[in-house]
């Protein structure tokens, strides 16, 4: 009693820390984007003042200190330049004359350097003078981002996991322990992916204001230097890109595209230098240290759930020797279906609805978040309202199919040989397409296919005869299950045989019967094949709907939204599926 | 007397239905036979005066049959072999090992096996071309490798094998993987081959996929050979040819569910005969989930 106490304070404890590290781990994402920015700016700005306070060409020429005042005036009153910034000339301040000065060890570390420091809550860049390896000053910058909008949200969300921790280690091992571990984990998970796109929204917020930033900075550099070329520009000003890369930019695209082409997140932002100059500024790739940080974020999230349930079997351990081995041997026979089952049809879930609330071409792949639009798009087409209620029409020959083939196989279960039944089975396995064009070279004679709708009726018929000779054989195995004794003992007591129908044979084909029609009228919904190769005048049912959409046209977004409102209309017929597949599945033991 | 009457008149009209459903078939060899003429003749020709075999040649050659069926054949082996060891695999941890999380993922597995493949066929293009298998082999064969369907069946099966000579097994001292691949396999060849064959005819049938991920220049299967030739009318092939290349391609899928289901009629007449329960292992299974009843595999018939 005393060990699974104990076990329980453990366990509490554990779960609450995981949930503190993994938010102190994108705390220290978010502190790590801002100094980043930090450092970038005071890089930038550094460069900048040594840049427009050398006159150009003459050198070595000592610095005029009130030339130096003067660019230090207007950097901080450059407009859209914003950064909290104070400038020291030698150890002096001179943005805010008021503050205290510099102390002269800071300076001394930051002479031998020319990358930024940080110290107590500031990135220091010295600027460097015109004599190699002297500093003239030094740029501090603080960092300034706009405030954090998910962080009362990320503070509640890590109050609520840590109390559901808490109460799913103290249940541990008892009634509703699964319940509230549950609970946890979903928090845990939602709280994870809360912190990381928080962290991940600080860092891309920074990368952006700095690259706009510095923009003004290279753009006020550049109207100086009028008659530079752009390569000799992009030289000059390296050291004003910080990590960041600057290229010229050659490009012939109109004044308007380049100013939109910076408006998208993540290109490289074109500067305009005045006289069709164009400079690129690229931001510096993603840091691998971020990357890493949300890995621990996240990782360190779910580390409590795992905990408690590793504990969980360490306790039931006693009870069930063996069990860890068990458990471990069977997700080794589970991991490659499960792995490829995750990447291939769990995951492709989520990619659809991303697909859909997305702008998405075929060839140049995903865009903008457009939410909605795409359904709203595809359901204001009247292309779409005809193809679903064509495919409605089209499935609508499932149950006539589904009767007839019962009918036929009561028939060939009592022939004598086995040929009938191989008869009967091996024509649907003919060449879809090639029966399509059959059809359709015999039929076109009688103008069957001359316009839609006496298309689409054809095609009913088609895709009859079709699963007609599907479903058969699947009748055939449904009853050859149902023991034939009962027949024999129904004829004995004077059952006709309409009678022995009704009362064995139907009621014990019955979950076999809804099977077989589920999955019909399912297949006849995802009809394709022969509407595709009996087109032009064939019905646009809505697979082929959905295939031009995507790739005749090429926009993947609108079949995506297609599919999803396939799949609201299919779910009533898989949630059968799903009920009637699961009876008796999932023994006891 | 009367039961005779009545098997008679059964026979009869399942044979005739038989007939009725196979004359498609029929008239698709005999088209195959005629001359370009004939096949476009009003009122249509039932049979060929003078059977044209030479299209059979032409058809072949003129749509390189032989490379289709090459990437078909290959295909479909391919498919079937890893949804039989990836399948059976997972089915035997859900059928035969204890750990917690058993029962969630069944009913996972139920769902997954109900997703209709037309929901994912856009979000698997687009992550089969973000990965660069795109008009690739590989794409084409991606997400036939493993079956939710297949391990849903399997899982089935192996729960109602006798759990006698495992255990005798264990007692010799045989670990999870040699009860697995010594005692369980064995035991379900049958249900093994029954995956195998629906593997196989799902790929030589299936046209959405390969028509949409080899939709520039990649590997084509023969069903999508012949639809796109049949659609895009430039293959210089006249609908005989054609038809002919139709019939050289089923020929393969038709052996095959001929053998399936000659085997299954055996067996089934077998064990009427025999026992009141049956000595088929198909038998144990719910009909719901048997793949011939025809259950949670994905098909593409229409």
Request: charged share 15%; with cysteine.
């Amino acid at each position: 009693m005393t060990r699974i106490t104990l076990f329980r304070w453990a366990a509490g404890c554990a779960a609450v820390l995981s949930v503190a590290s993994a938010y102190l781990a994108t705390a220290g994402s978010r502190r790590l984007a801002e100094r980043r920015y930090a450092e970038r700016t005071a890089a930038s700005a550094a460069a900048y003042l040594a840049r427009v306070s050398t006159p150009k060409g003459v050198q070595p020429v000592p610095l005029d200190p009130a030339a130096f005042l003067r660019r230090v005036r207007v950097l901080a009153t450059l407009p859209d330049w914003s950064p909290d910034v104070e400038v020291y000339f030698g150890t002096a301040p001179l943005v805010h004359a008021t503050e205290p000065s510099l102390p002269l060890s800071t300076i001394a570390s930051l002479a031998g350097q020319d990358s930024p420091e940080w110290f107590s809550g500031g990135a220091y860049a010295p600027i460097p003078g015109p004599t190699p390896g002297r500093v003239v000053g030094v740029v501090r910058v603080r960092p300034h981002l706009p405030g954090d909008a998910t962080a009362p949200w990320l503070l509640g969300l890590l109050g609520l996991t840590a109390l559901l921790g808490a109460v799913a280690a103290t249940q541990l091992r008892r009634r509703r322990w699964a319940r509230w571990l549950g609970a946890y984990a979903l928090s845990a998970l939602a709280f994870g992916g809360v912190a990381a796109s928080a962290a991940h929204a600080a860092l891309r917020t920074s990368t952006i204001q700095w690259l706009q930033e510095t923009a003004v900075l290279i753009e006020d550099a550049g109207s100086r230097l009028q008659h530079t070329p752009t390569s000799a520009l992009a030289e000059t000003f390296k050291a004003m890109a910080a990590d960041g890369t600057l290229t010229p930019d050659t490009s012939s695209d109109p004044v308007l595209e380049r100013a939109l082409a910076g408006t998208r997140p993540g290109s490289p932002l074109p500067i305009w230098l005045g006289g069709g100059r164009w400079l690129s500024l690229q931001p510096p790739p993603e840091d691998w240290v971020v990357t890493a940080r949300h890995a621990v974020a996240g990782t360190a999230a779910l580390a409590g759930t795992i905990l408690l349930i590793a504990l969980s079997w360490g306790a039931g351990d006693r009870a069930h020797p063996g069990r860890i081995e068990e458990t471990l041997s069977a997700w080794m026979f589970l991991a490659p279906a499960g792995a490829h089952l995750a990447a291939l049809t769990i995951a492709p879930l989520g990619v659809l609805l991303w697909v859909a609330m997305h702008h998405w071409d075929l060839t140049t792949g995903g865009g903008a978040f457009v939410g909605l639009a795409n359904v709203a798009d595809v359901l204001s087409h009247a292309d779409t309202w005809s193809a679903l209620g064509r495919t409605a029409l089209f499935a609508l020959h499932a149950p006539v199919v589904t009767a007839i083939a019962l009918f036929l196989a009561l028939m060939a279960r009592r022939a004598p040989t086995p040929l009938v039944r191989v008869l009967l089975v091996v024509p649907p396995f003919a060449s879809v397409a090639a029966a399509g064009l059959i059809w359709k070279n015999g039929l076109a004679a009688w103008g069957l296919f001359s316009d839609p709708w006496s298309a689409l009726w054809t095609l009913v018929v088609i895709a009859a005869v079709l699963q007609i000779g599907y479903q058969v054989p699947a009748f055939l195995a449904g009853l050859d299950r149902i023991p034939g004794v009962l027949w024999d003992a129904a004829v004995l007591d004077g059952a006709s045989a309409w009678t022995r129908f009704r009362r064995i044979t139907e009621p014990l084909l019955r979950p076999v019967t809804f099977s077989i029609l589920l999955t019909g009228i399912v297949v006849a919904v995802q009809g394709f094949t022969l509407a595709f190769v009996t087109g032009p005048n064939a019905p646009d049912l809505a697979a082929l709907h959905l295939y031009q959409l995507g790739w005749r046209q090429g926009r993947l977004d609108l079949a995506a939204a297609l599919a999803v409102l396939l799949a609201v209309g299919l779910a009533v017929f898989a949630a059968l599926q799903v009920r009637i597949w699961g009876r008796g599945v999932i023994d006891e033991t | 007397m009367r039961r005779n009457w009545g098997t008679w008149g059964a026979t009869l009209v399942a044979g005739f239905s038989a007939l009725v459903l196979a004359v498609p078939v029929l008239y698709e060899i005999s088209v195959s036979l005629m001359t370009p003429v004939e096949s476009r003749a009003l009122p249509p020709a039932a049979v060929p005066i003078d059977p044209q075999f030479a299209n059979y040649l032409t058809g072949w050659n003129g749509i390189g049959a032989g490379g289709l069926l090459f990437t078909t054949a290959l295909l479909a082996v391919l498919a079937a072999a890893l949804q039989i060891l990836t399948g059976a695999a997972a089915a035997f941890a859900l059928a035969r090992l204890r750990f917690p999380g058993r029962r969630t993922i069944i009913r996972g597995v139920i769902v997954l096996a109900a997703i209709p493949s037309i929901v994912l066929l856009v979000p698997r293009y687009v992550m089969v071309d973000a990965w660069g298998w795109s008009d690739e082999f590989t794409g084409l064969a991606a997400p036939a490798l493993v079956s939710a369907g297949a391990v849903l069946f399997l899982y089935q099966v192996f729960r109602a094998l006798p759990r006698g000579p495992e255990e005798a097994a264990r007692l010799d001292g045989a670990g999870h993987w040699r009860v697995f691949s010594r005692v369980v396999v064995p035991q379900a060849r049958p249900a093994l081959a029954v995956v195998a064959g629906f593997a196989i005819l799902a790929q030589w049938r299936g046209l959405l996929w390969p028509l949409v991920v080899s939709h520039r220049a990649g590997p084509e299967v023969a069903e999508q050979g012949l639809a796109r030739r049949l659609v895009e009318g430039a293959s210089g092939l006249s609908v005989p040819e054609l038809l002919a290349v139709g019939v050289t391609i089923a020929v393969p899928a038709m052996a095959i569910a001929a053998c399936v289901a000659l085997a299954r009629a055996r067996t089934a007449t077998a064990a009427r005969r025999t026992a009141l329960t049956g000595g088929s292992l198909e038998r144990h299974v719910p009909a719901e989930v048997s793949p011939l009843t025809p259950g949670p595999f994905e098909h593409q018939i229409l």
